[in-house]
């Protein structure tokens, strides 16, 4: 899958999140356990952006480093969402789901940098196919 599917199945992932989070805060329940939802390495996406399929010069790109920032920074701010759930402070929970809330911030920063990042493949890999083609 190129880089620019996976960084897109990744934006679809993470904003399944918030509908799952948002539907345990409505009944109360928690199914998932806060320390595992806060690491960032479990998920389909931390084991794609941590793994070794990425390639090299990517990784040095700005919106990579600053994704994998914020996706360590969403996985935390899950966490306390699913802590405050099993807890029982739903509350509290939603206030972090919240449009001022911190979950959503940082949701909305990871994705808005995942579409920039996502972006920056498509034009690079144009510019690369455009410089191929005039070689030709």
Request: glycine residues 6%; neutral net charge.
């Amino acid at each position: 899958m190129s880089l620019e599917k996976e960084i897109a199945k990744a934006i679809r992932s993470h904003e399944r999140w918030k509908v799952k989070l948002s539907a345990s805060i409505e009944n109360g329940t928690v199914s998932a356990d806060a320390f595992d939802v806060g690491k960032d390495d479990i998920c389909d996406f931390g084991r794609w952006l941590y793994g070794s399929t990425i390639p090299k010069d990517e990784r040095y790109d700005p919106n990579y480093i600053i994704v994998r920032f914020l996706h360590s920074k969403f996985h935390e701010c899950a966490g306390k969402v699913v802590y405050l759930l099993s807890e029982g402070r739903k509350a509290e929970a939603g206030a972090l789901l919240a449009s001022d809330g911190e979950y959503t911030k940082t949701s909305d920063q990871l994705v808005a940098t995942m579409m920039e990042w996502k972006d920056s493949v498509h034009r690079t890999r144009g510019a690369t196919l455009s410089h191929h083609n005039k070689t030709l």
